[in-house]
């Protein structure tokens, strides 16, 4: 007999060798104290799905789907039985799950048209498929199929996703150097995921299809209350920055991780990071430009250039190079930090667990950091304060500041786009400017990589060398930081005049050489373990590359080291 602790009540219990953890979670129901239904566990800190057997004493934690497991595995599952709905509506049809979009996520169909149609059906998505696949996909729920895990050598692996022409799954397990892979049938459709499905399709009760641009928008259910759809939030911007970074991965021919790995494979991991860097440099040459235009038109009134995106985003590279190419069209800019606003450390909003909110809009005393950007504008000299970070108090130091005809302001911070920073001021006085890591790269057509992985893989490595956190304590952290994100950023990114895609194609492979020893580190017995774990089997996917060719003003350099750029 086998002896299961679950930490969600702290009780043990005996169980014969085998047991699954769908049977072991009946015995501690009772006593589990979580208002959502579960939908998945982890095992001694490691994810698994609720068919997972056990057998040998083991630590178990059950999980609903507000938590990011639980939510990653409701989302996996719900794809695959989008998969196969579309598959059983329109047989040889193309579905391609590419990126979180609107707190759902936007997919790409490709139908194949009916030549016997007369002409009638060219293959483009209608608002009649749309229903079609949404009765399907509840009909496939309704009959509460069961997802079925299959273990198998690699090269059986390869063989079942070959016979069916899943190129994208071939190309990824023939470079992914793993011995045993896993696969998923949905009644007679086989798929991949890279993590664990809920047990059967009955468990998704909550979600929603509709149509969007060209494709379709799965909505899935909110990460606070998963027993409502998230709601929509309009961004087309944040789309057609998708959209453009998708269209330069098609001319790359680069599409998911396979693709990068057999370039890496060719020698071109070289000539793939030179053009990154070279499409990163033209848009902020276009940007600089679009600023210098403005100053040209404004008639002595230069625009403020706010510059705002969520942690990790390269938000101090971005800003010192876009800096280079103002001088470059003969401005001056002028960066101004809201840092140095800070309000003194004891009157800093506190967190409900008594630790301080940095990230509230009040930390910041944004009024007196508005009359002084009013004052500049208006051509006074302003004695502007700084911030002493090891007291934790504002001082003046007798450093002003006064503006020349040629100069650029530049403010840079999470709050920058926030309407409360800049309330006085015209609109038309400012230039917005949103920045942030949105991966395009798909592991394959089903499996997408969540942007905040990317951000959350370069925090830990720039932490790590740094000196400032470990990767466990960057990984406790995180929670909070995602929050403040979701309350005083991603709220104003549509409202910003452009929008910078930080992210280049190859990126997992150079992170993948510094974050595996650094995720390595941290110990199997504490939480932040499945996060680790998780993002280690996520890197092995990619192909390692050295970072040696990476410029030394690339925004690589802010997380991975080896910077030209003083911070």
Known sequence: MLQIRCKNTGMTKSFPEGTSLLDIYQEFADDIQLPYPVVSAKVNNVSQGLKFRVYQNRDVEFLDAREGSGHRAYVRSLSFVLYKATQDVFPGSKLFIEHSLCRGYYCNFKKKPNNGSGG??????????????????????????????TEATNEEAVRVFTDRGFQDKVKLLETSGQIYSDYYTLGDTVDYYYGPLVPSAGYLTVWDLERYEQGLLLRVPDWNNPTQVAEKVAQPKTFEMFAEKTRWDIIMRLSNA???????????????????????????????????????????KNPIVLITGPSSSGKTTFCKRL????????????SFSTDDYFVNRVDTPKLPNGDYDFDNIETVEYRLLEEHLLRLMQGERVEVPEYN????????????????????LIIEGIHALNPLLTSKIDDALKYKIYISALTSISLDDHNWIPVRDNRLLRRIIRDYNKGAFTAQQTIAQWKNVCEAEDQWIFPFQETADVMFNSALNIEFAVLRTHAELILAQVPRNCPEYSEAHR?????????????????????????VGGSSFKY
């Not at 800096?323 to 002028?334: D, E, F, H, K, N």
């Not at 993002?535 to 997380?559: A, C, G, N, Q, W």
Request: glycine share 6%; aromatic share 6%.
């Open 120 to 149: 009638k059906d060219n293959g483009m998505l209608t608002d009649e498929d749309v229903v079609l696949i949404k009765a399907r996909m509840q009909e496939i729920i309704a009959l509460d199929m069961p997802f079925r895990r």
């Open 258 to 300: 396979g693709d990068v790995n057999r370039a890496i494979k060719r020698g071109h991991a070289s000539e793939l990071i030179q053009v990154s860097e070279a499409l990163q440099e033209k848009k902020i040459v276009q940007i600089a430009e679009d600023i210098f235009d403005r100053c040209e038109r404004s008639k002595g």
């Open 323 to 334: 800096s280079i190419q103002l001088l470059a069209c003969g401005l001056r800019p002028l």
């Open 389 to 408: 970070f090891v007291t934790g108090q504002r001082e003046w130091n007798g450093k002003r500041l006064k503006l020349s005809p040629d100069t650029v």
């Open 535 to 559: 993002l280690l089997k996520f890197i092995h996917y990619f192909l390692p590359v050295s970072d040696k060719e990476i410029p030394p003003t690339s925004i690589m350099r802010e997380f």
